[in-house]
């Protein structure tokens, strides 16, 4: 193995396999693509106990390590038990303060608590969570990214997100974020790369400026 190659690890969104990824290529003979998968989480979990599991996953030292929506979320608690070379946070907010309100209110009213049993029997919905969008657009899309809807998982990802209580963005973080999407839409203020035209899927539809900026964004 090439001593010299920078290992990424990308981490999906919410019910999200990581193929989401696919089309993410950076040049081989600097990088090696790890893909990190959603493991069903114990109900009773804290975010940052599965963080920390999630760790366990990473089997290199420096990494650089990048989540999308709620895996940017993921990613930010791992920062605090691994050693990184760069954090890359996509599509996603920076504390719980960019949340937006529909989210501050589930968790005002608890009604998180019943919200994803709908989810598991609704792919449509599922996808409007997941990302902004309902299937009638891209119901293929869908059905190819959107795997993980088991109960358990469901129930605790979403509670994870409302209840999510960082103060502040992350001081290491690079954060990048699409100034149209549809589900984190007050992220693109502050220290934020903003993608012109981004959905909350720019991972998927705009794979080409990942392409091209992620080499020159790891080695700044």
């Known amino acids: 193995m090439n001593p010299k190659l920078t290992h990424v690890y990308l981490m999906p969104g919410m019910a999200a396999n990581p193929s989401i990824f696919e089309h993410i290529k950076l040049p081989e003979d600097k990088y090696k693509i790890h893909w990190l998968e959603w493991q069903i989480p114990d109900k009773t979990e804290t975010l940052s106990a599965y963080a920390q599991r999630m760790c366990a996953f990473i089997e290199h030292n420096n990494v650089v390590l990048l989540g999308v929506s709620f895996g940017g979320i993921l990613v930010q608690e791992m920062s605090k038990y691994v050693k990184l070379k760069k954090l890359f946070v996509v599509s996603s907010v920076k504390s719980h303060h960019e949340l937006p309100k529909r989210l501050k209110l589930l968790k005002v009213t608890k009604a998180y608590k019943i919200l994803p049993t709908q989810l598991v029997s609704n792919i449509d919905l599922l996808a409007k969570y997941a990302f902004g969008e309902t299937i009638k657009k891209r ?12 109960k358990t998982y469901l129930d605790w990802a979403i509670k994870q997100v409302v209840c999510w209580d960082q103060e502040e963005a992350h001081p290491e973080a690079i954060y990048i974020h699409g100034d149209n999407d549809a589900i984190f839409p007050y992220s693109c203020g502050g220290n934020c790369i903003v993608v012109e035209g981004g959905t909350h899927i720019m991972v998927i539809n705009k794979y080409k400026w990942f392409n091209e900026n992620l080499p ?3 080695e700044s």
């Open 216 to 218: 020159k964004l790891i």
């Open 139 to 150: 119901v293929d899309l869908y059905k190819k990214y959107l795997s993980v809807n088991d």
